[in-house]
């Protein structure tokens, strides 16, 4: 009864201390998340330091800011394109897309194989005869789909 009767005497001093505590607490725990509710848990006692507000309205604040804080920077952080030192690290096959080879086997059925560093690929495209010259123009999987020249 006393730690509630403290913290509704000191609202905005509570919600500052955890919202800084919510902030040391990310830089342990990675993620992101800790970041937005410290920052809410801020403005909460910044809003409650100079209009007192009754603390079922100031958990409501506290949440709607943290609500609002992560949705926001979880679209955001989505909707931007992530620059890779490594784009095809996952997509093997579409970094062949534009190279061109010699069939050493003919495709049949509409498949064959093709030997690309030292790797051996399978293969889609028209029915072609070995030594002819094909292009590579897409991916499907592992899959390579090619061309003739």
Do not use: C
Request: aromatic fraction near 10%; charged fraction near 15%.
């Amino acid at each position: 009864m006393v730690l509630i009767e403290f913290l509704a005497a000191n609202a905005p001093w509570a919600w500052i201390i955890a919202g800084l505590i919510l902030l040391s607490l990310e830089l342990v725990v990675p993620g992101g998340y800790l970041l937005w509710l410290g920052i809410a848990g801020l403005i909460t006692g910044l809003v409650v330091l100079f209009q007192p507000i009754a603390w079922p309205f100031q958990w409501l604040m506290f949440g709607v800011l943290a609500l609002v804080a992560i949705v926001l920077w979880t679209r955001w952080s989505r909707s931007r394109p992530r620059q890779s030192d490594r784009p095809y690290l996952n997509r093997r096959g579409d970094s062949f897309v534009g190279h061109e080879a010699v069939l050493e086997q003919p495709i049949a059925g509409g498949f064959g194989r093709l030997t690309l560093g030292d790797t051996i690929w399978r293969i889609s495209g028209p029915d072609l005869p070995a030594g002819q010259r094909i292009r590579i123009v897409g991916s499907e999987g592992a899959v390579l789909l090619v061309e003739a020249i």
